[in-house]
Each structure stands twice: as C-alpha cells, then as structure tokens.
C-alpha cells in the first residue's frame, strides 16, 4: 500500500546536538515533499519543501532535507538543535497523480533538553 | 486575522448526535482541505475542494461523513450519528492552488465523543 514512513516516534536529544529525523514513502512517479512541525498549542506549519531541482533544500530554522529518489526519502536535518525546536514533526508527500491531497506520516516527537 | 479559522475549537458531544465543524479558509485560496488527526497519528485526509465543488472525497470514512463548500470559501463538516471512534482533531487547510500539496491549517477543532 502507498505510505509515509516515519520511523522515529519519539526522539530526544540535548541542546547542540544534531539531528536526523527519516522518511521514507512508497509512491511512484514525481512527488512532491514536505516536512511540517507543530509547535506545542499551535498549528501545523510548512518547514520547508521540494517540488524539484537541488534535492538539498533549505527551510526555515536551519533545518534542511535531502531528497533520495533511490532510497525514496527526504530525512530532515539540523546541525544543532534548540530548545525551542521542541515540536512533533510530520512529513508528508504530494503524489502529483491529478487529486491534490497531501499524505503524512505518522510524526516524529522531538523533545529538546536545555 | 489572516490564517485559517475553524469553529468550534472543542467540542464535546453525546454518541448519536449531530455536529457541524466550520471553516474559514484564507481569503483568495481556492483549494480547501479537511483531515482528522487521532491521537498519535499524522494527519488523514477526508475531503478535498477546489472552489465550490468536492473534486476529492475518497477519505470520508462512510456516509456519515459530509462536507459542502456553497459558495467558495466557508466550509462546513458534517458528522451525522456520531460514535466515540470519531473523536480526533478535525484539521482544515487551505491553498493558493491546487497542483502544489502546499498547505495553510487552521488550529483544528477537537471534537470528543461521550
């Protein structure tokens, strides 16, 4: 069946630490991808995106992710965490098959220890 | 204000009622979306409309489920006889377009069945 992947339910790292949260998806063709986090009380917001080119692509944050059409990811990083990027964080995939719907993973819960 | 906006933000109800989720989706977005987020899990879509009309319903669980967009912009869900097993968070988001899965939520409304 098509999916999202999330593997890592709940990670815990300490301030400066560095990050690497995967996913994987099983959808053929040209998708488009996203990483949105929720910040504890508020909504869900885009992190940052790739619809094509680089296949390192920038967000907002210092995040970053890294698109492997081989290995069908797109594994968020960040080079040294903070506190305030205690959040769960969702990736999700546009399959680009006509219907517009986004499908997400189950999330990633980070917690950030000062 | 300039984002999503759905109401109620709680709402507690008894098994076999009707409720009604509202939505108000940001101005100018033609695409509207609804999800429904259980405890644990990402985000699972419903419903899709691309102005007036659902060009996406294959996420409603059964026929209990309605949505209707009448003129464009607000959006009502629809949940008829309810059980304890629709309690979730109701997500609605919307987009500038409708080819890109870039989306814009509100806060959700919670919805619990007794």
């Known amino acids: 069946a098509q999916s999202v992947s999330q593997h890592n339910h709940h990670v815990i790292l300490s301030e400066a630490a560095s990050l690497e949260l995967g996913c994987n998806y099983s959808?053929?063709?040209?998708?488009?991808l996203f990483w949105y986090v929720q910040y504890p009380g508020q909504h869900l917001q885009l992190l940052l995106k790739y619809f094509s080119g680089d296949p390192l692509v920038k967000g907002i944050k210092g995040f970053e992710a890294e698109f492997i059409k081989s290995k069908f990811s797109f594994n968020l990083r960040k080079p040294s965490v903070q506190w305030s990027d205690t959040a769960e964080y969702f990736c999700?995939?546009?399959?680009?098959?006509?219907?517009?719907?986004?499908?997400f993973g189950t999330g990633t819960r980070l917690t950030v220890i000062p | 204000g300039a984002g999503v906006s759905q109401t109620p933000s709680n709402k507690v109800t008894e098994k076999g009622k009707y409720v009604e989720l509202r939505c108000d989706p940001i101005?100018?977005?033609?695409?509207l979306y609804w999800y429904r987020q259980s405890l644990g899990q990402g985000p699972e879509f419903l419903i899709y409309f691309q102005g007036t009309g659902a060009a996406d319903d294959s996420g409603l669980p059964n026929d209990r489920f309605f949505a209707v967009r009448p003129e464009g912009s607000v959006s009502t869900l629809k949940i008829q006889r309810t059980e304890r097993g629709d309690s979730a968070v109701y997500l609605c988001?919307?987009?500038?377009?409708?080819?890109?899965?870039?989306?814009?939520f509100g806060e959700g409304s919670r919805l619990t069945v007794l």
């Open positions: 101005s100018g977005h033609t695409a």
């Open positions: 959808y053929g063709g040209t998708v488009n």
């Open positions: 999700a995939v546009n399959p680009q098959t006509g219907a517009n719907n986004l499908f």
């Open positions: 988001a919307s987009s500038p377009t409708s080819n890109t899965g870039e989306l814009f």
